[in-house]
C-alpha cells in the first residue's frame, strides 16, 4: 500500500511540472494569462509542492548519496553549457553579423535600397493580403526593419479581416499594398527593387522631370533609350521630350529638373544653344552626351563651364580594353565625386568615345575629371574609315585621356547650377545599359543633378546565370561516368574490401 502512495505522489510531480510548465508556454505564446492558463500553473504548482513535501526525504538521501552527487555534478555542468549558450545566443541577438557568400551579394540589400530606407521622411506601411502567409516577404521586411524602424510590415487575411481589405480596395488574393501618408502603391513583384520603388514613390512628394531633347537625331526614349525611361520612372522620376527651336518661349520649360542631351548627330540653333546657356546660368541642370564626330555646336556653352570637347576617337589598347576592342575603352579610373565614388571594384564602357578636357577655372566654376582611360588609350583623330590607328606626337591625344566631367556653380540662395558631360552616348543604350557599372553611372548622373543624393548608389544586383550547358558528346560523357562508372567503382572497391577481409 505504502509503495502505491509513493508512487502515486512521484507520478504526480512529474505531472504537476508539466502542467505548470504547459501554462507558462502557453502565456508566452499568447501573451495573455487567462483563467485556463492561471489553472494549469496554480495546480501543477500545487502538485509539484505536494510531491515534493511527500518524498523529500528520499530526495533529500538521493542528492547525499554518491550517485546524487554524480548527477549533482552533471546537473551543474548541463546548466552551465546551457547558460554560455544563452550568452552566446544573447550576444549574438544584439550584436548579430551576417555573411552573404554569393558573388554578387544576392542576399544583402543593395548600397541603394539602404540609402532611401536611411532617410526615409515617414513612416511605411507594407501589407500582404492573401489566404498565406509569403514568408520570402516577410524575410525581406526583417531586411528592412532592421536598417530603419519607421517600416511596418502586416500579413492580412481578407476572408479574416474584411474591414481592412475594403479600406485598401483589395479585390485579389496575393496583393501588396505599401501605404504611406495617404498614399498607396501596388507593386505586381516584391524583389527589392519593387520594393523599393514603390516605396519612394509613397515617401516623395513631388515628382520631378527629366527633359530629353529631340530635332537633332538624339537617342529616342522610345527606343535606344527605353531602358534609360524605364528605370527613371522607377526610381520616381516623369520624362518629357522638348524640341528647344518650337518652343514658344525662348527658355528651357521650367518644369524640367534637369535637361538631357543624348547623342545629337546635327548641329543646334543658335537660339537653342542661347536657350541651353540661360537654363545653366540660371541654376539648371544638364547632362550633355556628345559622340565622336559630331558637331552639336554646344562647344561655347561647355568652354564657358571650363570643359572642351577634342575632335578625336579614344582608343583604348590595354588588356581591358581589349574585351570590347580598342575603340570601346573601359573605365576603372574615376574622379573623387559623389557619381562615382562607390565604383571602386566596377568598370565602365563606353562604345566610340571621344575624349574631353577640363580648363582653368572660370568664373565661379568648380570642374573636375570624372571618367580617365588607362595609359594605354589614346585619343585618335584621324577619323577616316578604315584608317589605321597609330600614335602621332602632336596630333593626338597623349593618354591616359579623360572621357566624362562634372562641373558646377554656386549661385547664391541655395541655388547650384550642375553640369555632367560624357564624351559617348551609347554608354546608356539598351545595349551597354546593363553592363557592370554603366546603369548606375547614368542613373547616379541624374541623381546627382536632380539634387537626390540620397539615391546616389550602387543597384539592387541581378543573379548570374550559372546553368550548365552541355552538347550531346558532353551529355553522352556524363552520363556514363554518373550513371555507370562511378556505381560499378563503388561496387568494385566495396567488392575488393571484402574480398580482403573474409
Excluded at 562647344?299 to 588588356?319: C, G, H, M, Q, R
Excluded at 576592342?325 to 565625386?337: D, R
Aim: aromatic share 8%.
Amino acid at each position: 500500500m505504502n509503495n502505491i502512495r509513493k508512487e502515486f505522489t512521484v507520478l504526480a510531480g512529474f505531472v504537476g511540472a508539466a502542467m505548470a510548465l504547459s501554462g507558462y508556454i502557453r502565456h508566452s505564446i499568447q501573451d495573455v494569462w487567462g483563467w485556463f492558463n492561471l489553472s494549469l500553473l496554480i495546480v501543477g504548482g500545487v502538485l509539484l509542492l505536494i510531491s515534493v513535501v511527500l518524498n523529500f526525504k528520499d530526495i533529500a538521501g538521493y542528492f547525499t548519496g554518491r550517485s546524487g552527487r554524480l548527477s549533482a555534478n552533471m546537473a551543474l555542468v548541463t546548466v552551465a553549457v546551457i547558460g554560455l549558450i544563452a550568452i552566446a545566443n544573447f550576444l549574438g541577438y544584439r550584436h548579430h553579423k551576417r555573411f552573404d557568400l554569393t558573388t554578387e551579394g544576392l542576399f544583402s540589400l543593395s548600397d541603394q535600397t539602404k540609402k532611401v530606407l536611411a532617410n526615409l521622411p515617414k513612416d511605411v506601411k507594407v501589407m500582404k493580403f492573401d489566404q498565406q502567409p509569403d514568408q520570402a516577404l516577410a524575410d525581406q521586411m526583417s531586411e528592412f526593419k532592421y536598417v530603419t524602424n519607421k517600416i511596418s510590415y502586416e500579413f492580412i487575411d481578407p476572408v479574416q479581416r474584411p474591414e481592412i481589405a475594403r479600406q485598401y480596395a483589395v479585390k485579389n488574393y496575393g496583393e501588396t499594398v505599401i501605404s504611406a501618408g495617404g498614399r498607396t502603391e501596388r507593386p505586381t513583384a516584391t524583389d527589392e527593387q519593387s520594393l523599393v520603388n514603390a516605396i519612394l514613390k509613397v515617401t516623395r512628394e513631388s515628382l520631378k522631370t527629366v527633359c530629353f531633347t529631340e530635332g537633332h537625331e538624339e537617342k529616342a526614349l522610345t527606343d535606344a533609350f527605353s531602358a534609360v525611361e524605364s528605370k527613371l520612372k522607377a526610381e520616381n522620376y516623369q520624362t518629357k521630350t522638348v524640341n528647344l527651336a518650337q518652343q514658344k518661349e525662348r527658355f528651357v520649360p521650367s518644369e524640367c529638373s534637369v535637361l538631357v542631351v543624348a547623342g545629337p548627330k546635327t548641329a543646334f540653333l543658335q537660339p537653342e544653344t542661347s536657350m541651353i546657356g540661360q537654363y545653366l546660368d540660371g541654376g539648371g541642370k544638364a547632362m550633355i552626351l556628345i559622340d565622336p564626330d559630331t558637331d552639336p555646336q554646344l562647344n561655347d556653352i561647355l568652354k564657358k563651364w571650363t570643359i572642351e570637347l577634342n575632335n578625336d576617337l579614344v582608343l583604348d589598347f590595354s588588356a581591358a580594353g581589349q574585351v570590347f576592342g580598342p575603340a570601346a575603352p573601359v573605365i576603372n579610373n574615376y574622379g573623387t565625386h559623389p557619381i562615382t565614388e562607390r565604383f571602386a571594384r566596377g568598370m565602365t564602357v563606353f562604345p566610340q568615345a571621344r575624349s574631353l578636357k577640363v580648363l582653368p577655372g572660370g568664373s565661379g566654376v568648380t570642374s573636375s575629371t570624372l571618367l580617365t582611360g588607362s595609359p594605354n588609350s589614346y585619343g585618335e583623330t584621324d577619323l577616316k574609315p578604315n584608317a589605321e590607328p597609330k600614335f602621332d606626337e602632336g596630333k593626338d591625344t597623349q593618354g591616359p585621356v579623360s572621357i566624362g566631367a562634372v562641373a558646377s556653380k554656386n549661385l547664391g540662395d541655395k541655388k547650384e547650377a550642375r553640369l555632367v558631360v560624357i564624351g559617348d552616348s551609347d554608354f546608356a543604350t539598351n545595349q551597354a545599359f546593363r553592363i557592370s557599372r554603366n546603369g548606375d553611372l547614368f542613373m547616379n548622373s541624374i541623381n546627382w543633378l536632380a539634387q537626390d543624393e540620397d539615391l546616389i548608389s550602387i543597384r539592387p544586383k541581378l543573379a548570374t546565370n550559372r546553368s550548365v550547358t552541355m552538347n550531346a558528346e558532353q551529355q553522352n560523357t556524363f552520363w556514363i561516368l554518373v550513371v555507370i562508372f562511378m556505381p560499378l567503382a563503388a561496387l568494385g572497391v566495396g567488392a575488393f574490401v571484402w574480398w580482403k577481409r573474409r
